[in-house]
Nanobody, 122 residues
């Protein structure tokens, strides 16, 4: 399994960004696909996840109502649409995958992409 994250950048507070995670190497039916983030000096934290087969989504409270996760089954790509960005959203964002149900702990995920940096200026 290979995951390739992209789409990070610098944006002003209140702005939007869309992250992409291109997945390859197998069928992702039955997999949970997630986004985590890690700010400097902080632990990696769960942001959002989607269950590939059904499209069921789950969000951290800190991003609920502002972020939206989706997947394009034909392109094997997972997206994270981030709106109303805040300076506290600044972090390195990672996509991850695991067989089975959505989990919020990073240790539950076996596969990781490289991070893409999101910087939100005030």
């Amino acid at each position: 399994v290979q995951l390739q994250a992209s789409g990070g950048g610098l944006v002003q507070a209140g702005g939007s960004l869309r992250l992409s995670c291109a997945a390859s190497g197998r069928s992702f039916s039955g997999y949970a696909m997630a986004w985590f983030r890690q700010a400097p000096g902080e632990e990696r934290e769960f942001v959002a996840a989607i269950y590939w087969t059904t499209g069921y989504q789950y969000y951290a409270d800190s991003v609920k109502g502002r972020f939206a996760i989706s997947r394009d089954s034909a392109l094997y790509t997972v997206y994270l649409q981030m709106d109303s960005l805040k300076p506290e959203d600044t972090a390195l964002y990672y996509c991850a995958a695991r067989p089975g149900s959505i989990m919020t702990g990073s240790r539950a995920y076996a596969y990781w992409g490289q991070g893409t940096l999101v910087t939100v200026s005030s």
